[in-house]
Nanobody, 115 residues
Framework: QVQLVESGGGLVQPGGSLRLSCAFS????????MGWYRQAPGKQRELVAS???????NYADFVKGRFTISRDNVKKTVYLQMNNLKPEDTAVYYC?????????WGQGTQVTVSS
């Protein structure tokens, strides 16, 4: 059974930075495509970034150049470095692990960007 635990959220001023972490428990972490999603109040959950076991990345247009996803296959952890944060980045950020048709979600971590 896969479990995902996010951490690193919080309150930050516009232009600030945060780094989210997602700890994976289970086996064969390197086979999973890991992703970060976010959901703002009243909006649908949307993909922020994803990374394959080999390190190939994919980003939503609204975070390109500001966010960086990475993973450590030894530590079984995926990260999301978020720079130049904007108020519209405020949301609950969720970690996702996907392999084939199976997907798992973490409980989410709140990111609030406000002055």
């Amino acid at each position: 059974q896969v479990q995902l635990v996010e951490s690193g959220g919080g309150l930050v001023q516009p232009g600030g930075s945060l780094r989210l972490s997602c700890a994976f428990s289970g086996s064969v972490f390197s086979r999973y495509v890991m992703g970060w999603y976010r959901q703002a109040p009243g909006k649908q959950r949307e993909l922020v970034a994803s990374i394959t076991g080999g390190g190939s990345t994919n980003y939503a247009d609204f975070v390109k150049g500001r966010f960086t996803i990475s993973r450590d296959n030894v530590k079984k952890t995926v990260y999301l470095q978020m720079n130049n944060l904007k108020p519209e980045d405020t949301a609950v950020y969720y970690c996702n692990a996907n392999i084939g048709v199976r997907g798992y979600w973490g409980q989410g971590t709140q990111v609030t960007v406000s002055s």
